[in-house]
């Protein structure tokens, strides 16, 4: 599996762009990258996957280099309720697979 | 999409007595994951648990210590057994719905 790397902490500021970077330069033709974010005392909440396209839902948008070695989780208007560790995974979508969670990113977001 | 639900939230246990968490999925999947996350940390899968098959465990994890049921596609349990302070941990569950989903975790303390 290729390795991720994130930083370990970042604030933004209420209603503004909160964008959590990831590097996965290590990353085969056949892996995808999943975000996944944990608030506190909750289980880990799926936010969105790519393979090499940018991907946008209801929660997130998520830009893909074009060389595919890195990744920008994008929260438009963070809110306090964002708060939360952010997991950047690379994985091949096949079935049964595990995933396999780094440290992630903690966000804060702020008043 | 799928939703996870598990029992118990959370539980306060004594050394040496077991603990049974159960999970429950809204619908079918084949697989189902149980993970550990210890104060602080990232998660950490234990095994992988196969309908009508034996759960594979991870290293590090046995099955005299932390055994698996999987009765149907919908269900499976965790038993954490003489259990000691160092098991203090939450435990979630997870499946494979398209993206993979967690439940909301069960918070374990042994005094």
């Known amino acids: 599996d290729a390795k991720t790397t994130q930083p370990p902490s970042m604030d933004c500021a209420e209603g503004r762009a909160a964008n959590l970077p990831c590097n996965h330069s290590t990353i085969s033709g056949n892996e995808y990258v999943y975000w996944y974010r944990q608030i506190h005392s909750q289980g880990p909440q799926y936010i969105i996957h790519g393979l090499k396209n940018n991907e946008t839902n209801e929660m997130a948008s998520l830009i893909i280099t074009e060389d595919r070695k890195s990744s920008t989780l994008i929260l438009p208007h963070a809110t306090l309720r964002d708060t939360a560790v952010y997991y950047c995974?690379?994985?091949?979508?096949?079935?049964?697979?595990?995933?396999?969670f780094g440290p992630g990113t903690r966000l804060s977001v702020l008043p | 999409s799928a939703v996870i639900s598990q029992k118990p939230s959370r539980d306060i246990c004594q050394r040496g007595t077991s603990l049974t968490i159960q999970c429950q999925v809204d619908?079918?999947?084949?697989?189902m994951f149980w993970y550990r996350q210890q104060p602080g940390q990232s998660l950490t899968l234990i095994a992988t648990a196969n309908q009508g098959s034996e759960a594979t465990y991870e290293s590090g994890f046995v099955i005299d210590k932390f055994p698996i049921s999987r009765p149907n596609l919908t269900f499976s349990t965790l038993t954490v057994s003489n259990m000691s302070p160092e098991d203090s941990s939450i435990y979630l569950c997870s499946a494979k719905a398209g993206a993979r989903f967690f439940g909301p975790g069960t918070r374990l303390t042994v005094l």
């Open positions: 619908s079918q999947v084949t697989m």
């Open positions: 995974i690379v994985r091949v979508a096949i079935y049964g697979q595990n995933f396999v």
